[in-house]
């Protein structure tokens, strides 16, 4: 098993890029087969899910847009409680199938935000896709519709994801040691 090391931690391999490469074209059919036709915009969530974002994206056979939010609510290696909407949303969601593409979702605080906010604009239909879920971590209750990984309560780099702005470049996903 690979170890990294990203600032003053030491992180092993959890998950490798070819694990990660296959769940991304599974989702990617399942979101195609369900909504083909509907021209949606992804809504992707900034920093951590431009990677998958990318990769979901060119998985899924059909006219869609996307968009980017930054929302905040990490620090180090734990949730810092609060949520900052860094970067705001433009485009009007009125009547649009609205596909929510996360990194991971951990509490699902930051998530039941960011629908709170989405529909108020009156969206058609809002779904979330997230790659990774911690389900031992999960203080609100959050319809998500396609998620590739269930994980466990662990600090996790690479495929996008950082420990203090380092570690996104990683192709593989690593758990702290």
Do not use: W
Request: proline letters at 2%.
């Amino acid at each position: 098993m690979q170890q990294v090391t990203v600032h003053d931690k030491t992180f092993k391999t959890f998950l490798s890029s070819e694990q990660i490469g296959a769940e991304v074209r599974r989702l990617g059919r399942e979101i195609t087969r369900d909504l083909k036709g509907k021209r949606p915009l992804f809504l992707s969530v900034l920093n951590g899910s431009f990677v998958f974002a990318a990769d979901l994206v060119r998985q899924c056979d059909m006219d869609l847009e996307i968009t980017f939010v930054k929302l905040a609510s990490y620090q180090g290696t734990s949730s810092s409680g609060k949520i900052t909407e860094l970067i705001g949303l433009n485009e009007s969601l009125k009547g649009r199938h609205v596909l929510i593409v996360e990194d991971i979702i951990d509490s699902g605080k930051t998530m039941q935000e960011l629908l709170k906010t989405l529909h108020a604009q009156q969206p058609a239909s809002v779904q979330i896709a997230t790659l990774l879920l911690k389900p031992d971590a999960l203080e609100v209750e959050l319809d998500i519709a396609y998620c590739g990984f269930e994980i466990p309560s662990e600090f996790v780099v690479g495929y996008g994801l950082d420990y203090d702005g380092l570690g996104r470049n990683l192709a593989d996903l690593y758990v702290l040691v």
